[in-house]
């Protein structure tokens, strides 16, 4: 654990709100999970997450629920035996509903393609089929860069059917970050497209597969979509279409079964070192859980509901609530390829008065960005089909909340503010909309079946009104299995902060207010939180210090109105670079490359000294001050007590 953070400071005005919203009667006497669920779950946890499993189709029954004798490392659903992609898509069919939508994919360009569980059936086997032609076998690894396309889906469910393992990467990752992601797990394949639509013009894509995999020496073939029509370089004997590959294979394709504990994918996620950490799922308890927490946190009718996740495949949100949670429940949800206002800042409700969506999920980060562009705009669409709306990735401020609530929700739609990591695989703490009586801004109780607990430094609870750390004090079926290739890091990053009484660390702080009720506070760690996306200090630091004219760099999450956080890196240059607006350039630019846009830095400040401890470290807080605009905190502890005001004063007057 590096120096702790201070809270943000968008949040101080959590400890003055207290508005209730009780939910709708009506809402609550249709809603499919009530208020005794929580005690069902606490008498027996065990028999709960059975039955939850048995919303799933197995083709062996477990013979244990959960084995923790390995802890921290869980067994769930111990020789049960089942077919993800079957579970998502087969079923669905086989019970009648081969008609039934499963995707709306609207392109960014205005193209659409409405796909249904039949013919999702044909394309996942069609798919798999081509996967399996290529030689690849259950357990080894695929990697998936894409933007938001059906055969992005197609092909995370074809990995699922043959049991391969996929790790998506983020379209928005730079060729440094795909290459890294797919050397640590030894990827076989890459499934990538020519190039893809961002705000309104096709950009490149394979040109940064193509650096990627120049250097991936466990890159044996690279299929790629077209879905621009850019030209692009072809390696042959390497390269396959798409087209090519899939569009000729037979539509049947005989599942196997795999053990609940198969490994379904691995996700890349940032730690608090400068290495992302592959974080590793399996198949029964996660894709249970997923189940569950769609079905109970937004009240998933799939008869009628149209349900629509905001986020991109290549996070967790994508995995959880777009592919493995809604299909596995046969639902029917709007997929979109595109940005918000392209072409025009009405997008989102055009799309949702055209399909008549009914459950919306996004994050806070384009909440505020809706507010900025005002409520003028989303008045205009009939957002009348709204019933339950979702918030994820970032604690949500009040005022964004009662926003969100008022001209999105009409004032009636229940907001289900849900808190959970790439690392716990899907909701853990949240509104249930026919239950809770919500509060802006707090994610407020642990699911029917999740403990969670705001504990002070020694591990002891906190009493209501108090502030601490939160931890996952039992385990949950969607729990991570460990990281990629390092079990090491597993155990120190989550499980050694409180061995003793072994609960997992989330890296967040939080409090518990007079009811009991839970208010996330951000990342304790050095982890900064932009727009929803997990980005850590060291990351960007290595990103900057790489470049020929840095000698020394520190990088802090300020609290910024519309992403959250905004990284501000404070530089130190070597001797004759100068400190201009083109270096800063140059320096944002080479963040933008080396990791990706999302990582570029909104501020690059030049100074002359870091504040450093006597053991060398960066003190964080007194930067943040900094870049907070606000007065520098203690700097008893700095070696040199002088270095704030020469930083201080230097930027004054550089300003
Ligand atoms: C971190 C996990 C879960 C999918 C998206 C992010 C923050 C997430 C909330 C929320 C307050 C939240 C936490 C967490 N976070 N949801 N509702 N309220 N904070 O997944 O990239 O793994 O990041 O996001 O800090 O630790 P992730």
Redesign the pocket.
């Known amino acids: 654990m590096t120096e702790q953070s201070g809270q943000s400071p968008a949040l101080d005005n959590l400890s003055t709100e207290s508005r209730v919203f009780p939910p709708d009667p009506a809402f609550t006497g249709a809603a499919n999970v009530r208020e005794g669920a929580y005690a069902e779950a606490e008498a027996d946890r065990e028999a709960f997450w059975a039955e939850q499993a048995r919303r799933l189709t197995w083709d062996a029954e477990w013979s244990q629920v959960l084995d923790w004798s390995g802890a921290p490392f869980a067994k769930w659903f111990v020789g049960g035996k089942l077919n993800v992609a079957v579970n998502c898509v087969d079923r669905h069919v086989e019970a009648g509903n081969g008609d039934r939508v499963a995707i709306h994919w609207v392109g960014e360009p205005g193209d659409t393609r409405d796909i249904t569980y039949a013919q999702l059936k044909v394309e996942v086997s069609k798919t798999a089929n081509a996967l399996a032609s290529l030689g690849l076998v259950a357990g080894d690894r695929v990697a998936i860069q894409m933007p938001m396309v059906p055969e992005a889906i197609f092909s995370m469910l074809a990995c699922a059917r043959l049991g391969l393992v996929h790790s998506v990467v983020f379209g928005g990752f730079s060729a440094a970050a795909l290459r890294s992601r797919i050397d640590d797990a030894e990827a076989r394949v890459l499934i990538t497209t020519d190039g893809q639509y961002r705000r309104g013009a096709p950009a490149p894509m394979k040109d940064g597969t193509d650096e990627a995999t120049a250097h991936t020496p466990s890159i044996e073939k690279v299929v790629v979509v077209r879905r621009t029509g850019s030209d692009v370089q072809w390696t042959e004997g390497r390269d396959v279409w798409w087209h090519d590959l899939v569009d000729g294979q037979p539509e049947e394709h005989t599942p196997e079964s795999f053990d609940a504990e198969h490994p379904l994918f691995i996700l890349y996620?940032s730690g608090t070192t400068g290495k992302p950490k592959g974080i590793q799922h399996t198949s029964g308890g996660y894709l249970t859980q997923a189940a569950y927490t769609h079905h109970a946190v937004f009240d998933l009718k799939p008869e009628t509901d149209v349900y629509w996740c905001t986020a991109d495949i290549g996070?967790?949100?994508g995995h959880t609530y777009i592919v493995y949670g809604p299909l596995a429940n046969g639902a029917t949800q709007v997929v979109y390829e595109g940005t918000p206002n392209t072409p025009h800042e009405g997008r989102h409700w055009e799309i949702i008065q055209q399909h008549r969506v009914s459950i919306y999920y996004t994050a806070p980060t384009l909440i505020r960005t809706f507010m900025k562009w005002g409520a003028d705009i989303p008045e205009k669409y009939d957002l009348s089909s709204l019933r339950v709306l979702g918030?994820?990735?970032?604690?949500?401020n009040p005022e964004a909340w009662v926003w969100y609530r008022e001209h999105i929700g009409r004032g009636t739609a229940p907001i289900v503010?849900?808190?959970?990591?790439?690392?716990t695989g899907a909701i853990m703490i949240s509104p249930l909309p026919g239950v809770t009586k919500t509060k802006p801004g707090s994610?407020q109780r642990a699911l029917p079946g999740i403990s969670a607990k705001v504990v002070d430094d020694n591990g002891v609870e906190v009493a209501h009104g108090g502030g601490g750390y939160l931890v996952l004090d039992k385990p949950w079926p969607s729990m991570l299995r460990g990281i990629w290739g390092d079990p090491e890091r597993f155990r120190d990053t989550y499980w050694s902060r409180y061995a003793e009484q072994g609960f997992y660390f989330?890296?967040?702080g939080a409090k518990y207010d007079a009811d009991g009720d839970i208010w996330?506070l951000?990342?304790v760690d050095d982890v900064m939180?932009v727009s929803?996306?997990?980005i850590s200090t060291t990351e960007v630091e290595s990103a900057l210090v790489s470049h020929p004219t840095v000698a020394e760099a520190a990088v802090v999450g300020a609290a910024d109105e519309t992403t959250g956080q905004g990284i501000v890196a404070f530089v130190i240059l070597r001797g004759t670079a100068k400190a201009d607006d083109s270096t800063v350039k140059v320096l944002r630019d080479h963040v933008a490359a080396e990791i990706g846009p999302i990582a570029k830095p909104r501020q690059v400040l030049v100074v002359n000294e870091l504040p450093k401890t006597r053991s060398g470290k960066i003190m964080r807080r007194l930067l943040r001050d900094v870049a907070e605009n606000r007065e520098v905190g203690d700097t008893t502890t700095l070696a040199d007590s002088t270095v704030m005001d020469l930083i201080s004063s230097g930027l004054k007057d550089s300003a």
């Open positions: 996620t996070w967790i949100t918030s994820v990735g970032e604690p949500i503010d849900t808190w959970w990591q790439t690392e994610a989330a890296g967040d996330l951000g990342r939180n929803g996306h997990r």
